[in-house]
């Protein structure tokens, strides 16, 4: 018979299963993912980004990003985040590529990365590259 969870308890077992998966994530990727992108040395090291949020429903792998503490910063001045982070995770960890969870943790309708998108982050990382 199993004996119910307090909240302490629940909240414990969330804290170990997020860290055991953010620990996963950071074994896999080392590097930031924007630095890499822009052709730059990276000068921190890499932060776990949440794309659409934190909590115990949100800590998957799917919603994360690795990014350095300037590419973080400055990630989060723009205006199409979302797109930018999900064309990185693309690129980077496409086996872990879910747009329409990260929609879903957002509250948005679901949707999709189209051709558009992709274009439109790369000229948005481009005008990263000069500013960050």
Request: hydrophobic share 35%; charged share 30%; proline share 3%.
């Amino acid at each position: 018979m199993r004996t119910k969870l307090t909240s302490e308890e629940k909240a414990e077992r969330a804290r170990q299963r997020h860290s055991e998966s953010a620990k996963d994530f950071h074994r896999a990727n080392p590097r930031c993912w924007m630095c890499e992108f822009l052709g730059r040395q990276q000068t921190s090291p890499t932060e776990l980004h949440h794309m659409a949020g934190r909590g115990r429903r949100h800590d998957v792998r799917q919603n994360y990003a690795a990014l350095c503490d300037r590419c973080h910063r400055a990630l989060q001045s723009v205006v199409d985040a979302e797109v930018v982070c999900l064309v990185l995770k693309l690129r980077h960890d496409s086996a872990h590529y879910n747009p329409a969870l990260i929609c879903d943790l957002r509250g948005w309708a679901p949707t999709w990365i189209n051709t558009l998108d992709v274009r439109r982050c790369e000229r948005i990382m481009g005008i990263m590259r000069e500013v960050a």
